[in-house]
């Protein structure tokens, strides 16, 4: 199957720095790869769509010079915590667009990143 | 733009039987309904999905209905095992356009 994975799984920094996460699909190439927020006990919240080779499309409400994000290879997209503050700790999660059998798209989702700002 | 409606948002059942996790939504254009397995401190894990061109779909002990009619699909476990206990998260999309997830169903398989 597919298999998305992230780097780092968790990460604690402190406050002013910037943190990058790292999304890889392993086995196949997605020309398109999402990044998601979740707070404990809700729903995955779309940040942003990351297309390689063009800029991000990011949801509304979501800062683009906070939340710097980079899809430069078809199996690498990054998202980079710029001046992380505690408000920022959450759980990110990224997910790829698998082209499927004849056409047929499937979201596949890596294993989360936890961020936890002092 | 699409919402989607989960319920329950905790579903208690005993293992061997039978648990039903339903979800509406709302954009008549939508056509693609995957679910996810969530499991603590992990990822969403793909574990069914059906597209509007047919009304239900089938592996091993899980299954998926929808009705675009009434505009909502559903998702069944059969004969479950605590392994199943987890958050399941019912989504809807158009083509290729970005998933829109319901809020979640804890699942709590007691054995």
């Known amino acids: ?40 006990k809700q729903s995955l919240m779309l940040m942003a769509t990351s297309n390689e080779g063009s800029k991000a499309t990011y949801e509304q409400g979501v800062e683009k010079d906070k939340f710097l994000i980079n899809h430069a290879s078809l199996t690498l997209s990054t998202l980079t915590v710029t001046s992380a503050h505690p408000e920022d700790s959450s759980f990110y999660i990224c997910s790829a667009r698998h082209p499927g059998l004849a056409g047929v798209e499937t979201q596949y989702f890596g294993p989360g990143t936890r961020l936890l700002v002092l | 733009g699409e919402n989607v409606e989960q319920h329950p948002s905790t579903l208690s059942v005993q293992e061997g039987d039978s648990a ?26 793909l574990i069914i999905d059906i597209r509007s061109n047919v009304g239900e779909k089938k592996d091993q002990r899980i299954a998926v209905t929808l009705n675009k009619t ?32 319901g809020q979640g169903t804890r699942l709590t398989i007691n054995p």
């Open chain 1, 1 to 40: 199957g597919a298999v998305v994975s992230q780097h780092p799984s968790w990460v604690i920094c402190k406050s002013g720095t910037s943190v990058k996460i790292e999304c890889r699909s392993l086995d196949f190439q997605a020309t398109t790869m999402f990044w998601y927020r979740q707070f404990p």
């Open chain 2, 70 to 101: 009434a505009k909502h699909f559903s998702l069944h476990i059969t004969e479950t095992q605590p392994e199943d206990s987890a958050v399941y998260f019912c989504a809807a999309a158009q083509g290729a356009q970005k998933l829109v997830f």
């Open chain 2, 20 to 45: 039903v996790i339903k979800c509406t939504y709302s954009d008549s254009a939508s056509n693609y309904f995957p679910w996810y397995k969530q499991e603590l401190g992990k990822g969403p894990q």
